[in-house]
């Protein structure tokens, strides 16, 4: 009687604690099932998470805000994230470019480089493909011009040696100085 008293305590704490039961009448600690992570978005040559550059972009989800009114066909939206905002180049509604300006938490691209990096860490990761051009608005700064693919561009704006903002995108768009002006 005191075996099936024992069994049933134990039973009885297994079933309480959450623990699982063995066969030698010992308790077995159990882990909690793991968490999915889930990743942050990506800033990169596709886009930034799901926004993909030469795509329509749903300017009615709730993350999404537009800038002020399109000029012919060019438009700016507001994308807050984690990292601080992205403002997204549309034209005709598609994904054109994503800029990335100051702030302490901006959006790191998809290899580390932000706001803050340095130009030996931008030549570092591209080389002789980034290709320095003067800055239409800052004497003592360079633009690093780089080409990720055939139809996608990257521009990082320099001053005093480092990233002072950069953005990404179509080859045309990502060269427009004054944005949609």
């Not at 005191?2 to 063995?22: D, E, M, P």
């Not at 980034?130 to 139809?151: I, W």
Request: proline share 5%; charged share 20%; net charge negative.
């Amino acid at each position: 009687m005191k075996f099936f008293v024992i069994l049933g305590a134990a039973l009885s704490l297994n079933f309480l604690s959450g623990c699982t039961f063995t066969p030698v009448m010992g308790l077995k600690e159990t882990s909690p099932p793991p968490t999915a992570v889930v990743a942050a978005p990506q800033l990169g040559e596709a886009g930034f998470g799901d926004f993909h550059f030469d795509e329509p972009v749903d300017t009615s989800r709730a993350d999404v805000e537009m800038m002020g009114e399109p000029v012919y066909a060019c438009a700016y939206a507001r994308v807050n994230n984690e990292s601080g905002p992205l403002m997204l180049m549309l034209i005709d509604g598609r994904l054109a470019r994503i800029d990335v300006d100051g702030g302490a938490r901006a959006q790191a691209l998809d290899n580390g480089l932000t706001i803050g990096s340095t130009v030996a860490e931008i030549k570092a990761v591209y080389g002789a493909r980034a290709v320095a051009t003067p800055n239409k608005y800052d004497e003592q700064g360079t633009n690093y011009e780089v080409s990720l693919s055939d139809t996608v561009g990257l521009v990082f704006e320099t001053s005093d040696d480092k990233v002072t903002t950069f953005r990404v995108g179509r080859h045309e768009e990502v060269l427009w100085v004054e944005g949609c002006s």
